[in-house]
């Protein structure tokens, strides 16, 4: 249920949550957002850099991504490769200032040669 290189919920725990998340959002008619990541160009990361740098650059994405949230219920896994989700229970798209912060907190965190990828 863990994802073994970043530590974050693999996609096994992400769709059980979620589904949860969508009963509990639909039964006490309160809001819930979901945040989907995806590093572009990470292949071209990977391929000119190695693939344990590769794999560096997504744990300090996720460890960015986790430090992008601010409340106990909210969840982010690993949703597939390069591929990220954030389950914000009980928060509206609105209040969802959570992806413009993701985005900080992965350009902060000084990934060598961010301007190869971006996140979309």
Known sequence: MVDGLTGLANRRQFDAL?????????KHAEP???VMIDIDYFKRYND??????????????????????????????????????IILPSTSAFDAKV???????VAETGIRQAQMFQLA
């Open 18 to 26: 979620l589904e949860q998340a969508l009963l509990r959002s639909e």
């Open 48 to 85: 000119t850099y190695g693939h344990v740098a590769g794999d560096e650059c997504l744990q300090d994405v996720g460890l960015a991504l986790k430090d992008s949230v601010h409340y106990q219920g909210d969840i982010v896994a690993r949703y597939g490769g390069e591929e990220f989700a």
């Open 32 to 34: 819930l957002s979901l």
């Open 99 to 105: 992806a413009e912060r993701a985005v900080r907190f």
